[in-house]
């Protein structure tokens, strides 16, 4: 038998429409071949968390030890990497030399499948104009950065200028391919164009088509008699049964599996196509007046049945097993009570297999900055029916492989990726295999454990650090007090971090201005770690950070409260410390940082750029006076520069 073939597949979500219908394409192909996938979302754009940058630290597992090929969705990861879009080019280039394919954009030197769909976008825009006469037409577009959105835009305005047609500018809408968006765009149109006459209006995807159907019907349109409307993906939502929509069936399985099939191809050394155009098909349904179009009444009502059966769909049963999960986790768990409670909720959930891989410690990882993948790790769990839920506790380099050769073994079929993360905190990862229900819920389903695995990692290391303090005889108080010191103190410096400072702070402020008493927010950056980092190593870099909490140390009074609020960003409270005395805190800092530099063996020089704004009655807000204290930080580095600058000069030019 031969050896089964595991391809990656990265997407920007596991439950768009767009996405649904590509997985569709390869799990059709996995399903009729020797090969398994493991999906990666990324979850970039403006509707991603703030912290969903954890998802580009699963990137570096896109390597031959884990895969043997490479597939992505490069035209909607193109549309929400956005100005990013470089930096994803250049890290797919970059990647290691295996098999990969791009699908919907073309990538440099990476075999493409793109969907060609000008002539049939054309065809479908002159049969409104040829066939139903329209002339005075309304586009609902994404926006200006949207890669796919710019390119149907224009092939719609090219089509409609064959026949002399032109489009009003304000006439052209932004409803970022969504339902609602496309509904309020269309409301607004139609009230600052109070009685304009349009005859179609052309959507550049389904939602959007489903958006401005229902504003236009609840605004007394009539569909297709009165407006003609259009979409375009051909996605569930527009199914023959349902809305009728007219539009263009981009074919996105098919072009997905195509991708499949590619990718496998190069993988058995084959050559292949440097690029394959699949031609999209005109849909024409009811919505533009042909075939059987349901009277206004039906498509009002098509409209709400079909949201009523996906709530009921959903609320019924999934929205029950999210509601039972919640119950049964009410009470917070060490790590192996959780395993046992999740074993039955996997079942409940129709989860077909999971696997979860712990670090030995957490790691602390900013956005902008390098991820350090830990060399340890252990496969703390893993389920792949209800009689093989199992707790392996193996030890492996996640590194060298993602999983170990034992566990891969076993995860046949297609897997979903997720770091286990909380806030600038990552714990680990998790491979999740999906049942029948909806994307959208197991998206929730992993939220949900996730947060449980979290909060019971940290509740084990609570009880670990609660037992080695009561076998040193210490009081409940003291371990208490450490408890809670150890939740507000920054581990690399032993100062406060962001929660604690700010959390100190605000209480000084209000206890000096509740006494009448005034005082400085300081603002301190370290000058050039970046150069440290890329030079020297993250490890040099992180002895500078500490240098950095000694001279605050070295300068600041004890009353003072002193915090690390991430990377190389320090900040101050200093009560009863007035504007005057700032020049003499900036002379000691520098004074303590040519100490160190004179004194140490470093290869870098300890530079600080600080900043300050005065606390007061009329300004007692912590956010707004570091922001402030960190201008008036950049002002102080920027004098630096210019002076460095002028130091370079020949004396004649200074």
């Given at each position: 038998?031969?050896?089964?073939?595991?391809?990656?597949?990265?997407?920007?979500?596991?439950?768009?429409e767009?996405?649904?219908?590509?997985?569709?394409?390869?799990?059709?192909?996995?399903?009729?071949?020797?090969?398994?996938?493991?999906?990666?979302?990324l979850?970039?754009?403006k509707?991603?968390?703030i912290?969903?940058?954890?998802?580009?630290?699963?990137?570096?597992?896109?390597?031959?030890?884990?895969?043997?090929?490479?597939?992505?969705?490069?035209?909607?990861?193109?549309?929400?990497?956005?100005?990013?879009?470089?930096?994803?080019?250049?890290?797919?280039?970059?990647?290691?030399?295996?098999?990969?394919?791009?699908?919907?954009?073309?990538?440099?030197?990476?075999?493409?499948?793109?969907?060609d769909?000008?002539?049939?976008?054309?065809?479908?825009?002159?049969?409104?104009v040829?066939?139903?006469?329209?002339?005075?037409?309304?586009?609902?577009?994404?926006?200006?950065?949207?890669?796919?959105?710019?390119?149907?835009?224009?092939?719609?305005?090219?089509?409609?200028?064959?026949?002399?047609?032109?489009?009003n500018?304000?006439?052209?809408?932004?409803?970022?391919?969504?339902?609602?968006?496309?509904?309020?765009?269309?409301?607004?149109?139609?009230?600052?164009?109070?009685?304009?006459?349009?005859?179609?209006?052309?959507?550049?995807?389904?939602?959007?088509?489903?958006?401005?159907?229902?504003?236009?019907v609840?605004?007394?349109?009539?569909?297709?008699?009165?407006?003609?409307?259009?979409?375009?993906?051909?996605?569930?939502e527009?199914?023959?049964?349902?809305?009728?929509?007219?539009?263009?069936?981009?074919?996105?399985?098919?072009?997905?599996?195509?991708?499949?099939?590619?990718?496998?191809?190069?993988?058995?050394?084959?050559?292949?196509?440097?690029?394959?155009?699949?031609?999209?098909?005109?849909?024409?349904?009811?919505?533009?007046?042909?075939?059987?179009?349901?009277?206004?009444?039906?498509?009002?009502?098509?409209?709400?049945?079909?949201?009523?059966?996906?709530?009921?769909?959903?609320g019924?049963?999934?929205?029950?097993?999210?509601?039972?999960?919640?119950?049964?986790?009410?009470?917070?768990?060490?790590?192996?009570?959780?395993f046992?409670?999740?074993?039955?909720?996997?079942?409940?959930?129709?989860?077909?297999?999971?696997?979860?891989?712990?670090?030995?410690?957490?790691?602390?990882?900013?956005?902008?900055?390098e991820?350090?993948?830990?060399?340890?790790?252990?496969?703390?769990?893993?389920?792949?029916?209800?009689?093989?839920?199992?707790?392996?506790?193996?030890?492996?380099?996640?590194?060298?492989?993602?999983?170990?050769?034992?566990?891969?073994?076993?995860?046949?079929?297609?897997?979903?990726?997720?770091?286990?993360?909380?806030?600038?905190?990552?714990?680990?990862?998790?491979?999740?295999?999906?049942?029948?229900?909806?994307r959208?819920?197991?998206?929730?389903?992993?939220e949900?454990?996730?947060?449980?695995?979290?909060?019971?990692?940290?509740?084990?290391?609570?009880?670990?650090?609660?037992?080695?303090?009561?076998?040193?005889?210490?009081?409940?108080?003291?371990?208490?007090?450490?408890?809670?010191?150890?939740?507000?103190?920054?581990?690399?410096?032993?100062?406060?971090?962001?929660?604690?400072?700010?959390?100190?702070?605000?209480?000084?402020?209000?206890?000096?201005?509740?006494?009448?008493?005034?005082?400085?927010?300081?603002?301190?950056?370290?000058?050039?770690?970046?150069?440290?980092?890329?030079?020297?190593?993250?490890?040099?870099?992180?002895?500078?950070?500490?240098?950095?909490?000694?001279?605050?140390?070295?300068?600041?009074r004890?009353?003072?409260?002193?915090?690390?609020?991430?990377?190389?960003?320090?900040?101050?409270?200093?009560?009863?410390?007035?504007?005057?005395?700032?020049?003499?805190?900036?002379?000691?800092?520098?004074?303590?940082c040519?100490?160190?530099?004179?004194?140490?063996?470093?290869?870098?020089?300890?530079?600080?750029?600080?900043?300050?704004?005065?606390?007061?009655?009329?300004?007692?807000?912590?956010?707004?006076?570091?922001?402030?204290?960190?201008?008036?930080?950049?002002?102080?580095?920027?004098?630096?520069?210019?002076?460095?600058?002028?130091?370079?000069?020949?004396?004649?030019?200074?």
């Amino acid at each position: 038998m031969t050896e089964r073939k595991r391809v990656g597949v990265l997407v920007n979500t596991i439950y768009s429409e767009y996405s649904i219908s590509f997985m569709k394409g390869v799990d059709r192909y996995c399903d009729e071949n020797n090969c398994s996938y493991f999906l990666f979302p990324l979850e970039h754009g403006k509707n991603s968390g703030i912290y969903d940058y954890h998802c580009d630290t699963l990137m570096d597992f896109l390597g031959k030890n884990n895969l043997d090929g490479v597939v992505f969705a490069s035209a909607t990861l193109a549309n929400n990497y956005k100005s990013e879009l470089p930096r994803l080019i250049e890290t797919i280039k970059m990647l290691p030399p295996i098999p990969k394919v791009s699908v919907g954009l073309e990538i440099e030197g990476i075999p493409t499948i793109k969907i060609d769909s000008n002539k049939s976008m054309k065809d479908l825009v002159l049969h409104l104009v040829d066939k139903h006469n329209c002339k005075k037409f309304v586009i609902m577009r994404c926006d200006a950065a949207n890669y796919e959105s710019v390119e149907r835009e224009n092939c719609v305005l090219a089509a409609l200028k064959e026949r002399g047609i032109s489009v009003n500018p304000q006439w052209i809408l932004s409803g970022n391919f969504i339902f609602d968006n496309a509904y309020s765009a269309m409301a607004n149109f139609l009230k600052k164009n109070e009685g304009a006459e349009f005859d179609a209006v052309v959507c550049l995807n389904d939602s959007m088509a489903v958006g401005v159907m229902n504003c236009l019907v609840d605004r007394g349109y009539k569909v297709p008699e009165q407006v003609k409307i259009t979409g375009f993906d051909n996605v569930f939502e527009t199914e023959p049964s349902e809305l009728n929509i007219t539009t263009i069936d981009q074919r996105i399985e098919d072009f997905s599996y195509a991708a499949m099939r590619t990718v496998c191809a190069m993988i058995e050394g084959q050559k292949v196509m440097p690029l394959q155009l699949i031609p999209a098909a005109k849909v024409i349904r009811g919505s533009c007046g042909c075939e059987s179009a349901p009277d206004q009444t039906q498509l009002d009502f098509a409209a709400n049945l079909k949201f009523r059966y996906k709530l009921f769909r959903l609320g019924g049963n999934q929205l029950y097993m999210l509601h039972y999960f919640l119950m049964e986790t009410q009470t917070p768990v060490p790590l192996d009570n959780l395993f046992t409670r999740l074993h039955y909720s996997l079942c409940l959930f129709d989860v077909q297999g999971l696997v979860l891989v712990l670090y030995n410690h957490s790691v602390y990882y900013e956005k902008g900055t390098e991820f350090k993948r830990p060399h340890e790790a252990r496969v703390a769990m893993t389920f792949f029916n209800e009689r093989t839920f199992e707790r392996p506790d193996i030890t492996f380099n996640p590194n060298a492989a993602m999983v170990p050769q034992e566990i891969g073994d076993k995860m046949d079929g297609g897997y979903i990726l997720f770091p286990v993360f909380a806030e600038c905190f990552q714990y680990g990862y998790i491979f999740i295999k999906m049942g029948r229900y909806e994307r959208i819920f197991y998206q929730l389903v992993f939220e949900l454990i996730s947060k449980e695995i979290v909060t019971s990692i940290k509740i084990t290391g609570e009880q670990a650090e609660k037992n080695s303090l009561k076998n040193q005889n210490v009081t409940l108080e003291q371990y208490s007090e450490k408890m809670h010191r150890l939740s507000f103190t920054d581990e690399m410096t032993g100062l406060l971090n962001r929660r604690g400072f700010y959390e100190y702070a605000k209480r000084q402020i209000s206890a000096a201005l509740a006494a009448g008493r005034n005082g400085l927010v300081i603002y301190c950056d370290m000058d050039g770690l970046k150069k440290i980092n890329d030079t020297y190593g993250h490890d040099v870099g992180d002895r500078a950070i500490k240098y950095e909490a000694q001279v605050l140390r070295g300068v600041f009074r004890s009353t003072d409260i002193a915090g690390r609020l991430g990377g190389d960003e320090f900040a101050i409270l200093a009560c009863d410390m007035k504007l005057k005395d700032f020049p003499r805190v900036k002379k000691a800092m520098q004074a303590e940082c040519d100490k160190i530099n004179s004194g140490s063996l470093e290869p870098f020089t300890l530079s600080v750029s600080v900043g300050c704004s005065e606390f007061s009655a009329a300004k007692d807000d912590i956010e707004e006076l570091l922001n402030s204290a960190d201008s008036s930080q950049y002002e102080d580095k920027r004098a630096k520069k210019e002076a460095e600058k002028k130091k370079k000069k020949p004396w004649w030019q200074r």
